[in-house]
């Protein structure tokens, strides 16, 4: 993950708390993707059943992932510690069903001894306020991005991402046992995916963001 690359992913399936992102004053991205920048607008979408859930992110404006056009900074890239999304809250009654079926399977343990689901190798990329404001209000300047603002804008709201999270997600049986039935790979991707909508691998994936919301052109 170089500096330059984007920024935002969703799986933040930590979603920990009150099924937040599983980082403080993030935005979960579900399912998680690719192709948001800092710096670029949004228009976030939010099931209608979840209200307090994770968003789909809609590009409105576009920009490149170094935003050398603009003329600012690149986004610095940080290192953020290994989410593990078995521990998750949004993903409670799931592991709890698997859980039931370890030991009806006379396992012993739970299901995070036999299964792994993480965010490795996650990164997060900022762009300070100053920097953020450079970008918009150059964008504004483009007559089209003004027109697709506005209109975003008359029907809800538009979003300037000004930090983004991005890893590799990973899903994989952590033991060499003959596992079926209900503790297949297959079954338990299935119940976990009962809870959301959910990747189970991919690299460079956004799975969470900051953003800021933009009342108005201003420009």
Request: a positive charge; charged letters at 20%; hydrophobic letters at 40%.
């Amino acid at each position: 993950m170089k500096a330059f690359i984007p920024a935002i992913m969703a799986l933040s399936l930590s979603l920990a708390g009150c099924q937040t992102a599983p980082l403080p004053g993030a935005t979960s991205i579900e399912p998680p993707t690719k192709g948001v920048y800092v710096g670029g607008l949004y228009k976030p979408i939010r099931d209608g059943r979840r209200r307090s859930a994770p968003v789909n992110l809609i590009r409105i404006c576009t920009v490149s992932p170094t935003l050398a056009e603009f003329g600012v900074p690149a986004p610095e890239g940080n290192e953020v510690s290994d989410i593990d999304l078995l521990v998750s809250r949004k993903l409670s009654a799931s592991v709890s069903l698997l859980n039931a079926a370890v030991a009806k399977a006379g396992l012993s343990g739970s299901i995070s001894d036999y299964y792994e689901y993480k965010i490795v190798n996650a990164a997060s990329y900022e762009l300070g306020l100053a920097d953020a404001s450079v970008v918009y209000a150059k964008l504004m300047k483009n007559a089209q991005c003004r027109r697709q603002v506005d209109e975003e804008l008359a029907e809800g709201k538009v979003v300037q991402v000004t930090k983004a999270y991005v890893g590799d997600i990973v899903f994989r049986r952590k033991t060499g046992l003959d596992l079926s039935g209900d503790l297949s790979t297959k079954a338990v991707q299935a119940t976990l995916s009962s809870s959301t909508d959910l990747r189970f691998s991919g690299k460079g994936m956004i799975f969470a963001f900051v953003g800021k919301t933009k009342t108005g052109t201003g420009y």
